[in-house]
Nanobody, 118 residues
């Protein structure tokens, strides 16, 4: 199983970025897909997640109203649209796949760095 995040980069505060996470080696539609981030010197924190249908996303309070998670099951890809970025959003962003039955994250991908300058 591979989860590959991409789309990170340097952006000014107030700007936008769209991250992608491409999955392979698993039945993508059978997994809840989550986005996480780890800021410098801090632990990993959940950004949000979306179930197999993509219709019931969950967001952490810190990103609610600014970030949108979507998925394309035909492309085995989950997206994170980030708008109105703030310097405190600077982190390594990664994706994970949680089994529908267990609800536990079984697979993790390598992250992509997002840097927001003030």
């Amino acid at each position: 199983v591979q989860l590959q995040a991409s789309g990170g980069g340097l952006v000014q505060a107030g700007g936008s970025l769209r991250l992608s996470c491409a999955a392979s080696g698993l039945t993508f539609s059978s997994y809840t897909m989550g986005w996480f981030r780890q800021a410098p010197g801090k632990g990993r924190a959940v950004v949000g997640h979306v179930d197999w249908s993509g219709e019931r996303p969950y967001y952490a309070d810190s990103v609610k109203g600014r970030f949108t998670i979507s998925r394309d099951n035909a492309r085995n890809t989950v997206y994170l649209q980030m708008n109105s970025l703030k310097p405190e959003d600077t982190a390594v962003y990664s994706c994970g796949a949680a089994g529908l039955r267990t609800g536990r994250y079984e697979y993790w991908g390598q992250g992509t760095l997002v840097t927001v300058s003030s």
